[in-house]
Structures are given as C-alpha cells and as structure tokens.
C-alpha cells in the first residue's frame, strides 16, 4: 500500500541524518556528531541510593499518574535552584516540568503556530527545533548569528516587513555555534522585543555549563513578560531521563498545560522524583563541578589541536566559553563531501549545512562535539581531520 504521509514529512531531511547517525556505532568509531554527556559524568551511583530514598518517601506515588504541570517536589526543587542560580523570582507554581526541553519547545510550537504563521529563528540553529517547528509548517525566517549573537539589523528589517508569532534562540554557548549572545545584544535585543512586541522563546539547555567568566542575566530576568524560559536537566543530571522545564507569563503557561494534556500528559514522575532529591540533597552542585571540570579540560584540548593542525588556513574556529559544541566555518571544501572523507577513516561529525533553514545552506561549516569524546580520541580525531581539511 501506499502510505499517505503528511506534507511536512517531505521535508524533514530524515534520509541524510539517518545516514549520518547510522554509522556512529561502528566501532572505532571517533564520533564529534553528537550532542551527549559524558558517559564518566552520568550519576549512576547517585541514582542507585536516590532509588531507595524516594521509594521509601514517596511510595507508590512515583509509579502513579500526576499533573501535567509537574510533581510538586520537583518544581519546589527547581523553583530554588533557579531563583538562586538565574535571580529569577518564582514560586514553584511558577515552574512547569515537561518531558525534556524539546517537549516544550514542541507544546509552544504547537499552541502559537498556524500554517504559514511567520517565526524567526537563528541561523544557524538547533535541529531539532526546526525539525519540531516544521510539524506545523510555518514560515521559518532566519537571522544570522555572530560571536556576540543574534544579528539585530537583520531581525529589525524582518521585524518591520512581517507579522512574526515568535523568535527562537539559543543565548549560551549556542547549539551549534558555541556563540553567547554579549550583555549589550541581549539588551538591545529585549529593546526590541519590547518594540515590536515580539514574543521570545529562550532555550537554554547549557547555562551550567559556563567554563570560563560568569553568567550573563537571561533574557526572562530582562523582559518576564515575553519570554518564554525553556531548561534542560539532560546536561546536568541525565538525558535518558528526559527531563526539562519552562517558565511563562500565566496565560501562556495555562495554555502549554493544556496542550501538553494531549502530547505527553505529564513526565515521568519516576524520573521526576529523583530529579528532586537530586537538586534538592546537593548532588547536583558537586556534580556540575565534575561535569565542569571533565568539559573544560576536553575543550581546551580540541581548540589547542585545532588551533595547531589548522593555524596555516583560513577556517574560522569557534572559542566557546562553554556547552557541548566547537564550530569551524570558512572552510572551503564541502562539508557533507568532508563528511564522507572523514567516516571512512572513522571519524564523524555533523555538517554545517542541516543546522540552516534557508534555501542556500551553509556547505562550508561543521560542528564538533567535545564532552563525549576522550582525550586520546581528540588528538587522534583532530589529526584525521585536520589531514583532510585541505
Ligand atoms: C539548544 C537545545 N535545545 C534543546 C535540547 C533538547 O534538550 P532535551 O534533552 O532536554 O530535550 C538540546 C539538546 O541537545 C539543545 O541543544
């Protein structure tokens, strides 16, 4: 039979992730492709006695259904470390738990985005975001991003000529670029929101993993009443157990709550009570000077051999202050060529071109992941594909 797919499956580039994906398990593999934790820094130790614990406090209630909204210990957890670490100002009812961060980005795509509905998003960004986007086919803009962020003439020119639902960005150590968006854009970038009256999703998955200078203030702490805040534990307690968060003016969080009642219905209050005990104990503290730690030293081996094996050419290396994520850019061959260079000699990455939404993408940039690669493997896979950028 033939199956009568939906129009925006047609383009949802499945076939070359695929292929790129595919051959990450092979062995020997050096895979700079992906976007994971460190095995050596997901806490199965802390787990293993967190089990006990909430069993012990929480009973069957962990095994039961919940709100949608979240298990109240977890948003009281979260609400803490939140107004502690952001200087935000919340309540824990002001605190929503979704089943990762891309659940939420996928619920507020779902409650603003009408066909042909105009957004803006970075350029370039996060895949999976335009993957989610795309589900309710709207015209997706693009801005083009910088050392210091999202370009603000480019914004203000589509601001003036088009009716946009929202802006998506990634302000820290930006999936893929690695850029954070300096304390003046942000500023400039809320003046405008205000302006245009531009409503701002801010995903901010990596704002723990800051390895060099302190946090800059969120753009929720600049404008509370247009920002939507979406956060992430995959980075700082585990991606398996699929958790995430946002926070949102009211109305738009009542509606998310709702919209979230026919996706996922709630996140796994397993997971969640454990989250809990973790924030709440202090386990995530001494574990994100771990995970700091652990990330900061494999960075700063991948930029000094990247430095090194490409000083004689004009590629363009990225210096992030933190996350998960070097990108080169200038390079003058074709990335996705490159591509298939480099997996025969065992070493992946992902090419820049499915990071970009317009219609001429980028073929000449790649992203490199460091925190799931070992040290060894850096030098070697930075060799391999230093030799075959020519
Ligand atoms: C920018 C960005 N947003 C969201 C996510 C998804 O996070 P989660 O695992 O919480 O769904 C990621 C994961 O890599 C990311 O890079």
């Given amino acids: ?34 976007g994971a934790p460190a095995p050596e820094v997901l806490p199965l130790d802390i787990i293993n006695k967190l089990n006990s614990i909430i069993i012990e406090k929480y009973g069957t209630t962990v095994l039961q259904y919940n709100v949608t909204e979240g298990f ?55 895949l999976a975001s335009i993957k989610t986007f795309r589900v309710s086919s709207p015209a997706i803009l693009s801005v083009s991003v910088d050392e210091e962020g999202i370009n603000l003439i ?33 500023q400039q970038l809320v003046e405008l929101a205000k302006r245009y009256e531009l409503l701002i999703i801010e995903d901010d998955p990596y704002y723990e993993l800051r390895y060099y200078g302190s946090n800059l203030p969120t753009l929720r702490s600049l404008l509370p009443d247009q920002v939507i805040y979406i956060g992430s534990l995959s980075k700082i307690f585990a991606p398996g157990m699929r958790l995430g968060y946002y926070i949102a003016p009211d109305q738009i969080a009542e509606k998310i709550t709702s919209v979230r009642q026919g996706i996922d219905v709630h996140a796994n209050i397993y997971a969640q009570a454990l989250a809990s005990e973790y924030i709440s104990g202090g386990y995530l503290e001494t574990q994100l000077q771990l995970i700091r730690n652990l990330y900061r030293v494999r960075l700063e081996l991948m930029l ?74 850096i030098i070697k896979g930075i060799d391999i594909l230093s030799k075959i950028l020519k």
């Fill in 154 to 186: 480019e914004l203000e020119t589509l601001l003036k000529q088009n009716k946009i639902k929202f802006l998506y960005t990634i302000p820290n150590f930006q999936n893929p670029s690695g850029y954070t968006m300096s304390l003046d854009r942000r």
């Fill in 1 to 34: 039979m033939k199956y009568k797919f939906a129009n925006h499956v047609s383009n949802m580039n499945i076939s070359a992730i695929r292929e790129i994906f595919k051959v990450l398990g092979k062995p020997g593999m050096i895979s700079f492709a992906g």
């Fill in 304 to 377: 000094s051999e990247l430095n090194q094996k490409l000083s004689n050419k004009e590629i363009k290396i990225s210096q992030p202050l933190g996350g998960m994520f070097v990108w080169l850019s200038n390079i003058s061959q074709d990335t996705v060529e490159l591509y298939n260079q480099a997996i025969k000699q065992n070493v992946a990455f992902v090419p820049g071109k499915y990071f970009f939404v317009n219609e001429s993408p980028n073929n000449h940039s790649l992203r490199l992941n460091f925190t799931n690669v070992n040290e060894e493997n």
């Fill in 72 to 126: 109240v210990p977890l948003r009281q957890a979260l609400s803490n470390y939140l107004n502690t670490t952001r200087g935000f100002d919340l309540s824990a009812n002001e605190v929503f738990v979704s089943t990762g961060a891309q659940n939420a980005i996928d619920a507020v795509s779902r409650l603003f985005i009408d066909v042909g509905d105009k957004i803006i998003v970075e350029s370039p960004t996060f």
